[in-house]
């Protein structure tokens, strides 16, 4: 049972132009949300970040919005750049007595075309 | 300047045959991850080590086990390797001080190949 969902596996997008990826979760527990970007043969590293408390977060060309109520966050990238080619991975902070435990989405791969 | 390193970067062994992958960080992070991902899927958390305390999820098969004996390494230990088990072994890190909030920190993995 996926907690965490991407929808789309795979995105493309010209460049200049909009990218947004999707992400929903199941788990009302969660109390942070954070993107992460793989490149091939790399580790995902970590790109943007928003609390529950909090319904935007914007850092440069990144902006990453939260809707609670509907449980969905949405990672927007203006104007997407072809380097931003790379599969994106959404993932929630679950608390617990043990600290921290992360989930991630399976990844939506995202193509941005010259 | 490499923060979590992990070795060897590809591994391949034989079906049964034991098998240790390594991890090391330099942030002095009291949290390390092991995370096992197959082509196209999430990241799925085997294990955490929160400081020296072990945390093995509900479903993290027996084969696989861990040790950390000091804040910088990390060991992931296969005991009998199986078909199922090739995949993308990740290991992270991230400072939990209750308090702070902070991300985690991905080496770039070992890609397990099982023969």
């Known amino acids: 049972d996926q907690q965490v969902k991407q929808n789309s596996p795979s995105l493309s997008v010209q460049e200049g132009r909009i990218s947004i990826l999707n992400c929903d979760y199941t788990?009302?527990?969660?109390?942070?949300f954070l993107w992460y970007k793989k490149y091939p043969a790399e580790g995902p590293t970590f790109l943007i970040s928003?609390?529950?408390?909090?319904d935007k977060n914007e850092d440069g060309r990144f902006t990453v919005f939260l809707n609670k109520s509907a449980k969905h966050l949405s990672l927007h990238i203006v104007p997407s750049q072809p380097g931003d080619s790379a599969v994106y991975f959404c993932?929630?902070?679950?608390?617990?007595?043990?600290?921290?435990?992360?989930?991630f989405g399976p990844g939506t791969r995202l193509s941005v075309l010259p | 300047d490499a923060m979590v390193i992990q070795n060897p970067r590809y591994q391949v062994t034989q079906f049964g045959k034991p098998v240790t992958l390594s991890c090391s960080q330099t942030?002095?992070?009291?949290?390390m991850y092991w995370y096992q991902q197959k082509s196209s899927q999430a990241p799925k958390l085997l294990f955490h080590y929160y400081d020296k305390d072990f945390n093995n999820e509900a479903d993290t098969p027996d084969n696989f086990q861990s040790r950390r004996p000091n804040t910088s390494f990390c060991f992931l230990d296969i005991r009998s390797p199986g078909l199922g088990d090739a995949a993308m072994y990740l290991c992270?890190?991230?400072?939990?001080?209750?308090?702070?909030?902070?991300?985690?920190?991905f080496g770039p993995g070992t890609r397990l190949t099982v023969l």
């Open positions: 993932a929630a902070r679950d608390r617990d007595n043990y600290g921290q435990n992360f989930v």
């Open positions: 788990n009302s527990m969660f109390d942070y």
């Open positions: 992270a890190t991230s400072r939990d001080t209750g308090l702070y909030t902070d991300t985690q920190y």
């Open positions: 928003i609390s529950s408390i909090k």
């Open positions: 942030l002095n992070h009291n949290v």
